[in-house]
């Protein structure tokens, strides 16, 4: 992303990748998302960042019953705790 000091602009770019595939009466997903958490301006901390996964599957809508299980991952980075 960019910082500009003069200004109370910030831009900020994220990426994410996901996929599904078609299993017949099931769905699989999965995707890795990145996530950012830019610092005040002026302040002299680094933006904290963070790196989640994700992987599931559902059902396709065959029956009359439905269902969504999932894992969900996420690594944090400069993660700023406040006591």
Request: proline share 4%; glycine share 12%; hydrophobic share 25%.
């Amino acid at each position: 992303g960019t910082y500009e000091h003069d200004k109370t602009s910030v831009s900020d770019t994220l990426l994410g990748i996901g996929a599904t595939y078609n299993l017949g009466s099931n769905i699989v997903y999965d995707g890795v998302h990145e996530g950012h958490s830019l610092p005040s301006p002026g302040s002299s901390f680094q933006e904290e960042t963070s790196l989640s996964y994700e992987i599931g599957i559902r059902s396709n809508g065959g029956s009359k019953f439905y269902y969504d299980i999932a894992y969900f991952n996420t690594s944090f980075e400069d993660m700023l705790i406040y006591p």
